[in-house]
């Protein structure tokens, strides 16, 4: 706490006084990294695309969230740690987030895009290797974050396409969008509840 106090250019005293201990703290961190990858899974659902890019979305966000965009997002690895009542409400919004990300796979299954699986096997693959990948990245290695995630995606997808082939169209369609795509703004965790504090 005292270290996360420093970071924030706050004292220790101040910092608790909104976070009373790492308990509510860590429950900050994991609620903030589920409304961000919730917010992305509502966004790829809303496009007019089909399964195979929105479940790119979902992947390169996910992954950007936890080794880039946010700082403490890997706390989701440590949510036993909570108190039950705070470990029920973050496990509710992870299902959330996981029904979704399944539906869209049962979605690309039922077009043909997607070739026969069990969903919610899927998913979980999916997700337990990109949560898995806070514990090997290191900002200093040969990849970024960001072509972590493409990789990652371009792995992710091609074992679900029906049509190997199409990945190639998703390559394209990718393309198409880091034209049009706003660049992304690396949020931290410390300074937003730094943020959080001085307008209190």
Known sequence: MRDIAAAAALSPANLYNYF??????????????????????????????????KLRMVIVSHLRCVLDEVEGSAAHLLTTALPSRQQRYLVAKRDRYEAGVRQ???????????????????VRAILGSLNWSVQWFSP?????????????????????????????????????????????????????????????
């Open 20 to 53: 009373h201990g790492k308990h509510d703290l860590l429950f900050f961190c994991q609620d903030n990294s589920l409304d961000r990858l919730i917010a992305a899974l509502d966004k790829a659902r809303r496009m007019k695309m089909s399964a195979a890019p």
């Open 104 to 122: 869209l796979i049962a979605a690309g299954t039922r077009s043909g895009e997607f070739a026969p699986c069990d969903p919610a096997l899927a």
């Open 140 to 200: 200093e290695g040969p990849l970024t974050a960001a072509e972590i995630a493409e990789r990652f995606a371009d792995y992710l997808i091609r074992g679900l396409l029906t049509e190997p082939n199409a990945l190639r169209q998703l390559e394209l369609e990718r393309e198409h969008n880091r034209t049009v795509k706003a660049p992304v703004q690396r949020t931290n965790n410390r300074s937003l509840a730094a943020r959080q504090i001085s307008t209190r």
